[in-house]
């Protein structure tokens, strides 16, 4: 019955209890990866912002820390809560925070928000360091950068070896524009730049950007900087989503490249504020995402039971050149998702299905579900998820249109809100190609990757049962489904 259901994710980070948002200070230090994130130590809708702490070996298996920025009270009855920020490792204590020889600071830059009364009245850069990982020390100095105003906040910081200088990129959300700071020593700042951009989508206001290199895979020796940030959404009508600009950075400006339209890179309702770790072990390359899954539309009406909020998978963001030789930015599970796979439940290496087939080896709420479609003359051609009943969640190729969509107007509990009800779509590649599909299914989490990230989809459903079931479909005429895989995913939790 419905009361027993949490909608807990089992190898999607969730806190222990209570609210998250934002994921925060995505760093690699001391062997470990460090995640904060957003945490209202006091509740489960948002309040008293502070950072929850967790640290893994995998990026999936995730140990709860103690809090480690606590909202406190200020003499004057005001509060300073911990917005959003980042992590660096200080590793040649150009801080001067690391007291003892040899000794590596891991500094968080977050943002210092002011509230009176339940009104914020002041957004600052501040700094707090720790010396162990886990216990941190607010600077004395604070607040590092303050313009004196209500919106300035979501300091990424990271290191440029080039100029041998750190480089904060940072909100100033109500005006779409994003600063650039640098600084030697992580205390003082000066500002190099600014960026704002006419054809950014700017159905909402702007938060968490991030910065960073990437090369693109397909054409050798060239890289471009991407400007990732949170805000807008390819359907807009007050949706959110995360945007993205590619251009160059010279370490001191961002000059983007001239764009017809706005990129995103989720076109699903759940993702939101995502950043990239820093600070990657030397051999590992990759730029890895992990973002907040939910959207400020409904998220504090979410059905969950116990905690409220989650985070996506962890997923590498890669470029590549198109056919049109536009770049684009293709996200997909890292392979460490990829050790969580359990029993095989189905394989199959091609299926001609005409109207729907059950997949009858298949049930339960955890799965990595993988399929190619080849493009029939099918209207829609696709699969329905977490049946119960009349309850399901539609993924399907739709011909009409040339997209991929997500239905979720059906797929069970959708009255909390009236925003969640909704189907998102895609658009493909219109050369009649394969599509090909990966699902991650997790309780109330439905991620879709088609083409290896090249087209995403995020979002929360709320089945009613987890008694369900799973059918390929095809509308009409037959569509050949090919290389299906399905497994059943193992719990991360600890
Ligand atoms: C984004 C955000 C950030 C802010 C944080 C506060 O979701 O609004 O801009 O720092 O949440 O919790």
């Known amino acids: 019955s419905t009361s027993e259901i949490t909608y807990r994710p089992i190898y999607h980070f969730s806190p222990p209890q209570n609210w998250t948002n934002d994921p925060n200070g995505l760093v690699y230090y001391g062997d470990k990866y460090h995640m904060f994130y957003q945490y209202n130590p006091e509740g489960d809708t948002w309040g008293h912002m502070s950072w929850g702490h967790a640290t893994s070996k995998d990026m999936m298996k995730w140990e709860h820390q103690p809090i480690a920025l606590q909202d406190y009270q200020n003499g004057d ?5 911990f917005f959003s920020g980042t992590a660096v490792v200080d590793k040649n204590n150009t801080s001067g925070l690391g007291k003892n020889d040899g000794e590596i600071p891991l500094v968080a830059i977050y943002t210092a928000h002011i509230d009176s009364a339940g009104k914020g009245i002041s957004q600052s850069q501040s700094l707090a360091y720790s010396l162990d990982g886990q216990h941190f020390t607010r600077y004395d100095h604070n607040p590092l950068i303050n313009l004196r105003t209500t919106d300035f906040r979501d300091p990424k910081v990271f290191w440029r070896e080039e100029s041998k200088q750190w480089i904060m990129i940072v909100a100033q959300p109500l005006d779409y524009r994003l600063q650039f700071y640098g600084s030697s020593d992580l205390k003082k700042w000066n500002l190099l730049s600014e960026f704002g951009d006419k054809l950014g989508d700017k159905s909402k206001i702007w938060e968490c950007p991030d910065i960073f290199e990437l090369p693109v895979e397909n054409e050798a020796g060239v890289s471009k900087w991407i400007i990732t940030l949170s805000g807008g959404h ?3 009508n007050g949706n959110l989503g995360m945007q993205y600009f590619i251009g160059s950075f010279d370490g001191k400006t961002f000059i983007a490249d001239p764009l017809p339209y706005p990129l995103y890179l989720d076109n699903g309702k759940d993702f939101y504020a995502g950043i990239i770790f820093n600070d990657l072990p030397e051999t590992d390359k990759r730029k890895i995402m992990i973002a907040w899954e939910n959207s400020w539309e409904y998220a504090a009406a979410t059905p969950s039971q116990g905690f409220r909020g989650q985070m996506a998978v962890p997923r590498e963001l890669t470029l590549y050149k198109n056919e049109k030789g ?12 990829n050790n969580y796979r359990g029993n095989l439940l189905a394989t199959q290496n091609s299926v001609a299905v005409t109207g729907s087939k059950l997949l009858n080896s298949v049930t339960g709420n955890a799965l990595d579900i993988e399929f190619v479609i080849k493009r029939s003359s099918a209207e829609q051609a696709g699969i329905k998820l977490l049946k119960h009943g009349e309850n399901q969640t539609l993924v399907y190729f739709n011909k009409i249109d040339n997209t991929l969509k997500i239905d979720r107007t059906k797929s069970g509990n959708v009255s909390f809100s009236p925003k969640f009800p909704s189907i998102e779509s895609v658009p493909l590649p219109d050369d009649g190609g394969d599509i090909a599909i990966r699902i991650l299914i ?5 991620e879709v990757f088609a083409n ?11 089945p009613v049962s987890d008694k369900v079931s799973y059918e390929l479909f095809s509308t009409e005429v037959a569509t050949t489904f090919k290389d299906l ?6 719990s991360s939790m600890e």
């Open 452 to 462: 290896r990230g090249k087209q995403v989809l995020t979002d929360l459903v709320f």
């Open 442 to 446: 997790d309780n109330n989490s439905v």
């Open 77 to 81: 009855g005001t509060s300073t809560m």
């Open 485 to 490: 895989n399905v497994w059943e995913m193992k």
């Open 326 to 337: 536009e770049y684009r930015i293709k996200s997909f599970p890292v392979r460490e998702v």
């Open 234 to 236: 390819p359907q807009q």
